[in-house]
C-alpha cells in the first residue's frame, strides 16, 4: 500500500538557518503530496500540497517540490524563525479517494 | 462553529472500559474523518464519513472501535472495553467535500491515556 517515509527527528536549528525536513512516498499510481504543520496546542494545518510531476507547493517562505523520478517531496525554507517551531507532517492522498497518509512528523525547534 | 471542535480533549480511562470521543465539525462540511495518532508515529486512518453514503471503515483497527455520525454533523467515535495500546491522540477532520482540493481542517484531537 502507499506510504510516506519522513527524516526522523527531532531537527534543532538557530534563528535564519537553512531548513530541510526530506519526505519520500511508495504510492501505485500518482498522488497528489501535502505538508501539514502542527504548531504547540493547535489542529494541523495544510501548509502547501502539490497535485501533479514538477509542481512547487510555496506558503509563508516554505517550498516543496513534487518529484516523481525520485518519490520525493522535501520540505524546504531558507530562513527559519522562531514561530516555525512545530511538528511537520508529510502526506500523501490516494488517487481514487479522499484518504491522507502520513508520515510520521518531524518535530522543528528553532532557537533566537 | 469557526473550527473543528474536539471534546474531551484530554480522557483518563481505566483499561476495559467503553470510552466516547465526540467531534463537532465545521457547519457545512458534508466530510468528516478520524485519525489516531498514537506515539512516535504517524498519523492512522480510521473511518471517514461523506454525505449520506456508507461509511469507509476500513481503517479501524478492531470491532470494538466504532463510529457514527447523527445528521450529517456531529459525530462520536467509541471506543469498547480500551486497552493500554489505544492510548493515542484522536484527531478528527472536516471538509467541504470529498475532493481533496477542498483540504481539510483539523480539530485539536482528543488525548486518551488508558491506564
Partial sequence: GDSVTQMEGPVTLSEEAFLTINCTYTATGYPSLFWYVQYPGEGLQLLLKATKADDKGSNKGFEATYRKETTSFHLEKGSVQVSDSAVYFCALAETSGSRLTFGEGTQLTVNP | ?115
Fill in chain 2, 1 to 115: 462553529g469557526a473550527g473543528v471542535s474536539q471534546s474531551p480533549s484530554n480522557k483518563v480511562t481505566e483499561k476495559g472500559k467503553d470510552v466516547e470521543l465526540r467531534c463537532d465539525p465545521i457547519s457545512g462540511h458534508t466530510a468528516l474523518y478520524w485519525y489516531r495518532q498514537s506515539l512516535g508515529q504517524g498519523l492512522e486512518f480510521l473511518i471517514y464519513f461523506q454525505g449520506n453514503s456508507a461509511p469507509d471503515k476500513s481503517g479501524l483497527p478492531s470491532d470494538r472501535f466504532s463510529a457514527e455520525r447523527t445528521g450529517g454533523s456531529v459525530s462520536t467515535l467509541t471506543i469498547q472495553r480500551t486497552q493500554q495500546e489505544d492510548s493515542a491522540v484522536y484527531l478528527c477532520a472536516s471538509s467541504l467535500g470529498a475532493s481533496l482540493n477542498y483540504g481539510y481542517t483539523f480539530g485539536s484531537g482528543t488525548r486518551l491515556t488508558v491506564v
